[in-house]
Nanobody, 117 residues
Framework: QVQLVESVGGLVQPGGSLRLSCVAS????????MGWYRQAPGNQRELVAT???????NYADSVKGRFTIFRDTAKNTVYLQMNSLKPEDTAVYYC???????????WGQGTQVTVSS
């Protein structure tokens, strides 16, 4: 079992920055692919970024060059650094952990990010 606890999001002006964090409880953090997803009202949940245990990352086209995902194994934490935020980035952001071998999947509770002037 893995429990994921996300940091509080917030309200940011367009062009601003925000960093989200997600702390994973339990052992074997390095055995999980970690990722961030988001869901805007009326839309399906979509992938934002993922990162493997060795740091290989993948991004949705809509956030490439603006968002960075990274993980700190010593702290069992994955981060999402969001720069140059746009109103269309407004959504509930979810942390995700998926076991590399077994595929078992866990989700955080979600945190609201609102980009507005």
């Amino acid at each position: 079992q893995v429990q994921l606890v996300e940091s509080v999001g917030g309200l940011v002006q367009p062009g601003g920055s925000l960093r989200l964090s997600c702390v994973a409880s339990g052992n074997s953090f390095s055995s999980y692919f970690m990722g961030w997803y988001r869901q805007a009202p009326g839309n399906q949940r979509e992938l934002v970024a993922t990162i493997t245990s060795i740091g290989t990352s993948n991004y949705a086209d809509s956030v490439k060059g603006r968002f960075t995902i990274f993980r700190d194994t010593a702290k069992n934490t994955v981060y999402l650094q969001m720069n140059s935020l746009k109103p269309e980035d407004t959504a509930v952001y979810y942390c995700n952990a998926r076991h590399v071998r077994y595929g078992s999947e866990y989700w955080g509770q979600g945190t609201q990010v609102t980009v507005s002037s």
